[in-house]
């Protein structure tokens, strides 16, 4: 998220437009697979769900993709698990709340998408970027995760990740999927028209514009990430996908959001 969003408040009408609460608090996906909800932000008249996902690895240390707002309660809830080790900023976008949890959780180490130290902003806000991600994951996961960077133009980029043990995609911007029942207005209408609403959603626009400039790139990339077959995908702005045969919905979904083409092109095709 962008440096001058604000944070939705959650009292009277505007309790559950945009989120999922119980905002602030560990549920269980999988096992030692969790979703922390936070409070929605606001920007350009849409209240935009954040989402982290809180994994425990093999070494009991607690990896966190995307970290939303810090709060002391929320950190012993996950320190009851195990020790936060990890923080992971998947893209240039997914970093507001670094800081605080950098400042809280001293012993955990910042993996960051390819470029996010040299955005101005980053630098201005004091956080510590300790290591840049790439397309093979760090020894720290190995055993853990493989992961994949889907690289675009643009300087734009995302580390998509598969959880192995729970063959768990999670992803960050690659896949939007609204539901209608959480927007309204024109921002309901905008989402629509960009093809990011519920149940066929697809990366946004600006992304997918991204991609287009390095299309060969990001095509390998789609291929990797079929080939995973995953059977469930965690991203912000959704609900928990949990789907069986194994993949099938994720694979529409990342057709939709790399290709923009029908998703049994892309599946039943060879790499080159």
Known sequence: MYAGHRQERTDG????????????VLKPVA??????????LRTLGLTIPIRMTVV?????????????????????????LGPIRFLVAPNIAH??????????????????????????????????????????????????FDQCLVRGGLGISEIAFLHRATRTLILADLIQNFEREKTSGAGRAA???SGSMAPDGKAPIHLRFAMRLNRDAAQQAAYR???????????????????????????????????ERPASTISQARRP
């Not at 993709?65 to 709060?71: G, I, L, R, V």
């Not at 965690?234 to 959001?257: D, S």
């Open 13 to 24: 009408r505007n309790r559950c437009q945009g989120g999922y609460p119980p905002f602030d």
């Open 31 to 40: 096992d030692d697979t969790w979703i922390v909800d936070g409070r929605p």
């Open 56 to 80: 425990r690895l093999a070494s009991d240390a607690m990896w966190l993709h995307s970290p939303t707002a810090y709060t002391d309660e929320l950190r012993s809830q996950i320190e009851a």
């Open 95 to 144: 970093w507001m709340f670094l800081k605080d949890r950098q400042k809280a959780c001293r012993d955990a180490k910042i993996f960051a998408a390819p470029g996010l130290r040299l955005r101005p902003s980053v630098a201005q806000s004091g956080v510590a970027i300790d290591e840049d991600l790439g397309d093979a994951a760090p020894p720290d996961w190995r055993e853990d």
């Open 191 to 193: 989402l629509t028209v």
């Open 225 to 259: 990430l079929i080939e995973w077959a995953p059977e469930r995908m965690i991203c912000p702005r959704a609900l928990v996908q949990q789907q069986r045969p194994r993949g099938a919905r994720t694979v529409v979904a990342l057709a939709n959001a790399l290709f």
